[in-house]
């Protein structure tokens, strides 16, 4: 259930360790899953294929399982963005989009979620900018694709105005080192797509020294989703979020409380994050 035409909010990954008795119904078969998990969300970023690419028996499963209108985003595979990072992998791609598109209507954002890189690997943003832009020329035009990064110094207008060329979304994310929710606002318009892709992530580590048993919230999350309400607020594009387990403690909960911040919005008479031309900044 979204709470607005305009927002889609699910979870990273429909099963963790914690969830059968706390979000899915004691006894519940864990084939059932996803069709139970599609009654209470409306999309949901699917983490396993950043391991390796599905079958095709798999991902028509998943088609079964979840209702006309059920989206869902998936992770392009590890292999291609953090093993040969864009570099001869067409087949390893092809195949992955092959599969997915056993979805049919039901897919939506593809995920190049890319980790931090050292000096080592790349310099500098251009360089990384050299690899990347060979790599999006070639994406099929009828899906939509999203680009994270964990370098907070290669949020620069360069950056952002590659992707807005190809239309490809830049992963906003809520990450331990990275910028906070206003700040990605700051310095350029950070919508470059005609739509918006959230990532909750919190401190994987510091979360880990907690709990690694995902049924309740254990860090209270409430100012930085209220941050997220306000700045959100204000993109009048499609917005995809997806919480993470680490995030908070249990990404249901931390869906929930974000749908009551949403829900809970006044309007407000402040200026627009939108889509910009190529070359054009928001005002």
Not at 110 to 124: A, D, E, M, P, T
């Amino acid at each position: 259930m979204s709470t607005s035409p305009a927002l889609r909010i699910g979870t990273s990954a429909f099963t963790a360790t914690g969830w059968p008795g706390t979000f899915y119904p004691n006894g519940l078969p864990e084939r059932e899953y996803l069709t139970y998990y599609a009654t209470m969300f409306d999309t949901v970023e699917v983490d396993s294929t950043f391991y390796r690419t599905p079958s095709a028996s798999t991902v028509k499963g998943w088609n079964a399982k979840t209702p006309p209108g059920f989206v869902f985003a998936a992770k392009v595979p590890q292999i291609i963005t953090h093993e040969k990072v864009l570099v001869d992998c067409d087949a390893e791609f092809k195949q992955f989009i092959e599969v997915m598109d056993n979805l049919g209507d039901k897919l939506g954002p593809l995920l190049l979620q890319f980790g931090f890189f050292n000096s080592v690997v790349f310099r500098g943003v251009n360089d990384f900018l050299a690899r990347l832009r060979p790599f999006l020329k070639k994406l099929p035009k009828d899906h939509k694709f999203v680009v994270e990064i964990r370098n907070k110094h290669w949020l620069v207008p360069q950056f952002a105005e590659t992707l807005r060329e190809h239309r490809v979304a830049l992963a906003l994310i809520d990450q331990s080192w990275m910028p906070r929710p206003k700040e990605w606002f700051e310095k350029f318009d950070p919508i470059t797509a005609d739509f918006a892709y959230v990532r909750w992530l919190g401190d994987r580590k510091a979360i880990e020294e907690q709990t690694k048993v995902w049924n309740k919230l254990v860090v209270d999350r409430t100012a930085e989703l209220s941050d997220w309400a306000d700045v959100l607020e204000k993109v009048k594009v499609p917005i995809y979020i997806f919480a993470n387990n680490h995030y908070a403690g249990y990404s249901p909960a931390t869906v929930e409380m974000f749908r009551n911040l949403w829900r809970g919005q006044a309007p407000k008479a402040k200026p627009q994050y939108r889509v910009a031309e190529q070359g054009q900044l928001f005002e």
